[in-house]
């Protein structure tokens, strides 16, 4: 049954190098933040979040639906509760 992996494989490198140049200017993803992993074994880690603060975007001068419109996630819910990680996300 995965007598055709190494061709499915290459049919989706193919695919994807073909959509990054039909989209070339544009990211193939949303712009995501820089966030810290909650709990004691994971606090050392950074991972991408889910959507900027609206006090990032305010900082970085965008409005929250201007920044919706061209590919940057926006979190209403997330709190900025530390100044690095701010500093590193407005920056």
């Known amino acids: ?49 889910r959507g900027f603060t609206l006090a990032e975007l305010k900082a970085a001068g965008l409005s929250a639906t201007y920044a919706r419109t061209i590919g940057i996630s926006v979190d209403h819910r997330r709190v900025n509760r530390s100044e690095e990680s701010f500093a590193r996300n407005v920056a």
């Not at 499915?8 to 193939?28: D, G, T, V």
């Not at 933040?33 to 050392?44: I, K, L, S």
């Open 1 to 49: 049954t995965w007598f055709n992996q190494p061709g499915r494989k290459q049919r989706r490198r193919r695919n994807r190098s073909e959509k990054a140049a039909a989209i070339f200017p544009r990211p193939l993803k949303s712009l995501k933040p820089v966030v810290q992993c909650p709990t004691v074994r994971y606090n050392a880690k950074t991972r991408m979040g």
